[in-house]
């Protein structure tokens, strides 16, 4: 009771302070993040060998088409996505939805006879994935302070990090030892465990409705929901007056955020209704911007243009990579399934660091530079990786270009939130879905 509907009932969600808390939120964001990655990474170290085993020819081209059907479907779902989630408001459903995709899509890919199923099975998986890169980012930025906003995205961005750190070595391993089903088996069951972590949120619309603000410790929760014969007194000092962004009837653009002090209680213990408590419509919150509106607007704004032509660069690198790698590694080195797998370790590791810690200095200093020098201090390992006379100098090169491309992702996604904040009528939502196109156009690139 209160995972599918937390407001459906008289009562009080339980848990719903640390349900509704940015922490939560983030560790949630994070962990469904690092469940795409390892379901889309997992596959990366065996899947040339499997395409061998069923006799295909052109393995690392068949490959990267694969990896393209992923790019067609994040893109292609993308827009749909994202305009859904502003108009009506929704954030914790299509997360639900979203790894049921996914978990169809590992069944579907696992008992695949051919390589046609397996295009699908992957365009499927592109479909989920927008879920977690769309609305699971707007779910974040919904919650967490703006202060806060890219140090909590730089923490659920290393999911990204620890996905590729299991999925790769786990599917090279699982392969081996168990067979091509093994590592979808276990794509699967990291999805069961996302989506009970998943049915577990509690919106912040949903916690405002009960007097309770996640992004400042000061809310008062109520013991019950507001009914016609119920109406619980809050404490006027106690309630948070949350205003945000957004398009109003009389034209107002932006309000700002605001705190009724516990210093100015009034002198007679004042006190106020449930109809009176001064807590937002959700309704003020997201309203139905025409595509074409939104289009417009983040065209005629620089920063949001830099952001997704750095999206679109990320994405491009990180395609051109994937396909070629395993192959490369197998061809120069001898590397098998397992080793590959273990290769990626050196590629993901050092992301693990980067991005927090680039997502922490996006608050103190802004984003503004530290994208162009990530992208920039990369370019010469770049160069070192295509030199053939060393293995260890090849992997302590990719893993220092790992480094600096992960300290990407934070400041753009922050960037993007701030954006969406300067903007009234466009939400986190459209941000962020024109973020998920901009990558997944960049992913598809190489076979464009």
Not at 7 to 22: A, E, M, T, Y
Not at 241 to 254: F, L, P, R, Y
């Amino acid at each position: 009771m209160g995972l599918w509907m937390p407001f459906s009932s008289n009562r009080k969600p339980w848990g719903l302070r640390w349900r509704s808390s940015v922490w939560f939120i983030t560790t949630v964001v994070g962990f469904g993040i690092t469940t795409d990655l390892l379901v889309y990474s997992i596959i990366i170290p065996v899947l040339p060998f499997q395409l061998e085993r069923l006799s295909y020819h052109k393995v690392s081209s068949l490959t990267g088409w694969l990896l393209c059907a992923y790019s067609a479907g994040l893109v292609l779902s993308t827009i749909p996505i994202a305009m859904h989630s502003e108009r009506y408001s929704m954030r914790r459903m299509p997360l639900i939805l979203g790894l049921l995709a996914l978990i169809a899509s590992q069944v579907m890919f696992m008992l695949a006879p051919n390589y046609a199923v397996m295009a699908v099975a992957r365009v499927l998986q592109g479909i989920s994935s927008s879920m977690v890169w769309i609305v699971g980012l707007a779910l974040l930025c919904d919650t967490t302070p703006e202060k806060n906003v890219g140090r909590q995205l730089g923490i659920a961005m290393t999911g990204l990090s620890v996905g590729l750190l299991v999925g790769s070595p786990a599917g090279g391993v699982l392969y081996t030892r168990f067979g091509f089903r093994a590592p979808f088996i276990f794509a699967s069951l990291c999805a069961v465990v996302d989506l009970f972590l998943r049915l577990l949120i509690i919106e912040r619309d949903v916690a405002l409705k009960w007097g309770y603000d996640p992004s400042e410790p000061t809310a008062v929760v109520m013991t019950e929901a507001p009914d016609a014969s119920s109406t619980p007194d809050i404490q006027l000092a106690s309630i948070p007056i949350a205003h945000v962004h957004g398009s109003t009837d009389m034209g107002t653009n932006e309000v700002e955020e605001t705190i009724v002090s516990d210093k100015l209680e009034p002198p007679k213990a004042q006190k106020l209704s449930i109809a009176q408590k001064p807590i937002i419509d959700p309704t003020l919150v997201r309203r139905a911007t025409p595509l074409l509106s939104v289009v417009i607007r983040l065209s005629q704004s620089p920063r949001a243009l830099v952001a997704l032509t750095m999206s679109f660069v990320y994405g491009l690198v990180q395609s051109m990579q994937e396909p070629s790698l395993p192959l490369h590694l197998q061809s120069v080195w001898n590397f098998n399934s397992d080793r590959v797998g273990l290769a990626y370790l050196a590629a993901v590791l050092p992301a693990l660091i980067s991005s927090p810690l680039a997502g922490y200095y996006v608050d103190q200093v802004g984003s503004d530079y530290i994208t162009c020098i990530c992208l920039l201090l990369a370019l010469p390992w770049w160069i070192v990786m295509t030199l053939r006379q060393s293995l260890p100098l090849f992997i302590f090169s990719l893993a220092a270009q790992s480094f600096f491309v992960s300290g990407v992702v934070a400041p753009v996604t922050t960037e993007l939130a701030s954006v969406s904040r300067k903007m009234a009528g466009v939400g986190y939502a459209h941000v962020y879905g024109a973020f998920n196109l901009a990558f997944g156009i960049g992913t598809a690139g190489e076979k464009i």
